[in-house]
């Protein structure tokens, strides 16, 4: 009986990771959609720097994207390392995704350049990446520190090639700190090893 439930938990945390995630993507193409339709007039919930009304933005601002290219660029990183952040609990994983969201929109809006605009998932993006990056270090679970190991071989060079600030149109501002958020969520989230049970 514990070998099947075993079995049954593990595949409900694949299902419920797989539905969140593709949902969140959807979310952000409707999102696209009805601002194309609208003029881009969702694009006004971009964060703007150190203007005190557009902290209200910093979350919205993570969900909005400028154009279909953007979003495109941005949903196949956010399916597959949220998938990955996902399977370790749906609670866990969306108190991770505020920290981050949150963390990298203050710190956009603290020192990103003036008179910009930024909007899109990717400071999400690095924030998972480096929660995945160090998380299985700092719990010390082999499966994590493999999923790190597999996440730095795909992506690392996208994640460092984010992070020079000579790209234009790029915020290397809210990659750099979505990735710092992203570990500090590895700690801030870390799960302490269930003790054994002895067995008969």
Known sequence: ??????????????????????????????LEVVDVAAGHALDDY???????????????????????????????????????????????????????????????WLISPAHTNTAGASGLIFGLFGFLLVSGFV?????GVLAGVSVAAVWGGSIVAGLAPTQSGVSWQGHLIGLAAGVAAAFVFRRTPEPRRPTA
């Open 46 to 108: 971009g964060i703007v720097p150190r203007v005190p009304s557009e902290l209200v933005d910093i979350v919205p601002a993570a969900f909005l994207h400028f154009g279909f290219a953007h979003v495109a660029a941005n949903s196949v990183p956010l399916l597959v390392l949220g998938f990955l952040a996902a399977l370790g609990g749906i609670r866990r994983f969306l108190g991770v995704c505020a920290l981050i969201v949150v963390a990298d929109g203050l710190g956009v």
């Open 1 to 30: 009986m514990s070998g099947s439930r075993t079995e049954w938990s593990r595949g409900d945390r694949v299902g419920s990771a797989v539905r969140l995630m593709v949902g969140w993507v959807a979310l952000l193409w409707l």
């Open 139 to 143: 719990e010390r679970r082999p499966l």
